[in-house]
């Protein structure tokens, strides 16, 4: 039992690890005209940028930062409902992981 509970607690360590390297990786996409989209690795949004023609110079910069925030909610609530969905199967049931 102790063993199985070490191999835990290094899997997660292994996984917090990868986690902070995959931060310090940033994306970036430009394909969609007027919009440029900066993202980590670990799938959090850095930056959104929208072409100045596109809206006022003071709607602009709130826009930005408004969208970034949306975003990156959005994900943390999909991750956690994935992650109560994986939960409720028994399937992944590893204390300290969720």
Do not use: C, H
């Not at 072409?51 to 970034?68: A, G, H, M, N, Y």
């Not at 969905?85 to 028994?90: C, F, V």
């Amino acid at each position: 039992m102790f063993d199985q509970v070490k191999k835990l607690m290094e899997l997660k360590k292994q996984a917090d690890a990868l986690k902070k390297e995959l931060e310090k990786v940033v994306v970036e996409y430009n394909e969609v005209r007027g919009i440029k989209i900066k993202l980590n690795g670990a799938q959090m949004f850095q930056s959104v940028e929208i072409e100045d023609s596109w809206l006022t110079p003071q709607q602009k910069v709130r826009f930005q930062t408004e969208l970034v925030k949306a975003l990156n909610m959005s994900i943390r609530k999909s991750q956690k409902e994935g992650a109560m969905q994986m939960q409720k199967s028994g399937n992944f049931n590893i204390p300290g992981l969720m």
